[in-house]
């Protein structure tokens, strides 16, 4: 007996049909696709129970005519290619004809359409890939497609949908970027019979992303213009204030196809270095029109990655006019060392200096010794053997981290400060030990709130302020999604949120420790690591959603006075890791008197 069998067709066109249906919405975007494709000025999209149960998506297209009904259906059936040369001229955003077949061969599926020409509109019903009945009926022109029971056929599929939260909130992501993709396009999305947006047709592309995705995300952005000889770069780019926590706000679109390039995404995130800050993302909406034989768009089923013919020159001229739009909207300092400097002295420089005080030449000299902070737990390490010679203890003993933090400690409460440095690191004379110790304000706050603001949450005592003028910040559909699926997690760690209208949430109190933060910009980089963690273990969320709120500590140029100099290393000495921030940058360096003195010839 063969060990090798052919499938049967029904088998063949489940399997052909997971690989294009992998959730609701994937009918979604296939459905909303064949839309656009159909000449429609306006699409109403409509879901029930995260799609599970029901989808309708309604158009003005082109409609279809009644003899093609019976074949829409089957698989590569398509009105978009003649022959295989027809690959090389793709702009429809449908082609493989696999889209309606995979759709009818797991859910059950309702056709009402009708053409300009037609008098009667049909309706059909589609199951397993075959129209079973269909009838005229009155009704306008253009499409609509109803979708029911999703993997009814396929319940090891079905088991693997996720919650009806869930389930809308990748729907609301399809439906933004199909709707910022097409600006000349009307969306109506609705959800569990509430309206969540609505674009008009009328719109330019600003406009439209003013409507999706709010004021502060269009007032921060750069537009890009460029003409190419085989293709253009179109659409906006973030300015160096306006940045996000992980890559959703990133939109590329070519020939208006959303697609994924991390490739393009890294380039761009490459302009941004050193003007935005560390594991901060840039926001982007850009448009590549290509010459269509000039790309792949059949990699995929899915259809969102492409290949370029002529990426090098795409890299090329997108590097350009990244660069020269952020050089127009900002100047950046270039910083240098001085010239006589020895090439193998500035070589040497530890890291550490390279991080604090590269920032003036003219300050500290390159070839100046700074300990790291290993180096430097060495050095308390000494102290520690030189105060052990008068103790019963042998000196080979191995000293644990805790001896050599309480020495820090005792530093850090005997230590007197004599001074700021640019509004960001304090000076501080150690008389006992002949050194002079800098201390970054920002980081060596960070840690004490970090510490003090774990501890609250882990022993429930985070204490809220109510504001006295609450913040309504607009979000997208499916970050509203996510506050609310994690209204519990931020209750405990002090925000009072509220649903507030249809596509934004109230804050109506802040957890007391930060103070008076900036509240808008505190919550949208929490809930972007909501976002990104969202798979993650609750503790690895809980985690990075503490550090982050820990950067609302006193910030570089922030003015404090002797009085809070003394609280700051009073409360720093008491944190359980003094060394670092909770992002492990360090809280404080040293210079020792024999280093200044061999700088200043003083000793040889």
């Known amino acids: 007996m063969n060990r090798i069998k052919e499938l049967d067709e029904v088998t063949i066109q489940k399997i052909a049909a997971g690989e294009i249906i992998e959730r609701p919405s994937s009918i979604i975007k296939e459905l909303v696709e064949n839309s656009l494709d159909a000449n429609s000025s ?43 040369d027809d690959l090389y001229r793709v ?40 129209v079973i009945k269909k009838r005229p009926v009155g009704c306008p022109k253009g499409t609509t497609m109803i979708v029911k029971d999703i993997f009814y056929n396929i319940p090891v599929r079905k088991k693997f949908l996720k919650s009806h939260i869930i389930e809308a909130n990748h729907i609301s992501d399809i439906v933004y970027k199909l709707a910022l993709g097409n600006s000349d396009i009307s969306f109506k999305y609705i959800k569990d019979n509430k309206v969540i947006l609505k674009t008009s047709k009328d719109n330019d592309l600003i406009s439209n992303i003013y409507t999706l995705l709010g004021k502060d995300f269009s007032d921060n952005l750069l537009r890009i213009d ?71 768009v059949n990699i995929h089923p899915t259809k969102q990655q492409i290949k370029f013919i002529n990426q090098q020159l795409i890299d090329k001229e997108l590097d350009y006019v990244i660069d020269r739009t952020l050089k127009n909207a900002l100047s950046i300092p270039e910083v240098l060392f001085s010239k006589e400097k020895k090439k193998e ?17 003219n300050i500290v000299r390159p070839d100046t010794t700074f300990y790291d902070i290993n180096e430097h737990k060495s050095s308390i390490n ?20 805790e001896k050599a933090d309480d020495i820090l400690r005792d530093i850090l409460q005997r230590i007197r400060p004599i001074g700021i440095l640019f509004s960001t690191y304090i000076l501080a004379e150690d008389s006992e030990l002949n050194k002079l110790l800098i201390i970054d304000q920002h980081a060596a706050h960070e840690r004490i709130m970090y510490e003090k603001y774990k501890e609250e949450y882990e022993n429930e ?28 997690l931020l209750r405990k760690l002090g925000f009072i949120v509220e649903e507030f209208g249809t596509n934004s949430v109230i804050i109506r109190g802040v957890p007391i420790l930060f103070g008076k933060p900036e509240v808008k910009k505190l919550f949208l980089e929490l809930i972007d690591t909501i976002k990104l963690d969202i798979k993650s273990s609750y503790e690895v969320k809980l985690d990075k959603i503490i550090k982050i709120a820990c950067t609302k500590a006193i910030k570089s140029g922030d003015k404090i006075v002797d009085i809070e100099i003394k609280s700051l290393f009073e409360q720093l000495s008491k944190t359980k890791n003094p060394y670092t921030c909770p992002h492990g940058r360090p809280t404080i360096i040293e210079v020792s008197k024999e280093e200044l003195e061999k700088e200043f010839k003083r000793i040889m």
């Open 226 to 296: 460029y003409e190419g000889s085989n293709f253009s770069i179109s659409g906006y780019i973030s300015n160096n204030t306006f940045y996000r926590g992980n890559r959703s706000h990133q939109y590329l679109y070519v020939n208006n196809r959303y697609i994924k390039n991390d490739h393009i995404s890294r380039l761009i995130e490459n302009k941004y270095k050193s003007i935005i800050p560390i594991n901060k993302f840039p926001v982007f909406i850009l448009f590549i029109n290509v010459d269509p034989s000039l790309i792949d």
């Open 42 to 84: 306006n699409i109403v999209i409509e879901i029930n129970n995260g799609g599970k149960s029901y989808i309708r998506v309604t158009d003005d297209g082109d409609g279809i005519l009644e003899e093609d009904l019976d074949i829409a259906f089957k698989r590569h059936s398509t009105s978009k290619l003649s022959n295989v």
């Open 461 to 488: 005592k985070v204490i809220t302020q109510n504001l006295l003028t609450p913040e309504v910040i607009e979000l997208t559909n499916t970050e509203v999604a996510i506050v609310m699926d994690n209204i519990e």
């Open 382 to 401: 000494k102290v520690i053997e030189e105060k052990l010679k008068y103790d019963d203890k042998p000196t080979d003993e191995e000293f644990s981290n």
């Open 345 to 361: 002295q500035i070589e040497e420089l530890p890291l550490l200096f390279e991080k604090s005080f590269v920032e003036n030449e």
């Open 91 to 130: 702009m429809s955003f449908g082609f493989r004809g696999e889209a309606l077949a995979s759709i009818s061969t797991v859910s059950k599926v309702q056709v009402l359409t009708k053409t300009d020409d037609d008098l009667l509109g049909i309706q059909a019903f589609v199951e397993e890939g075959e």
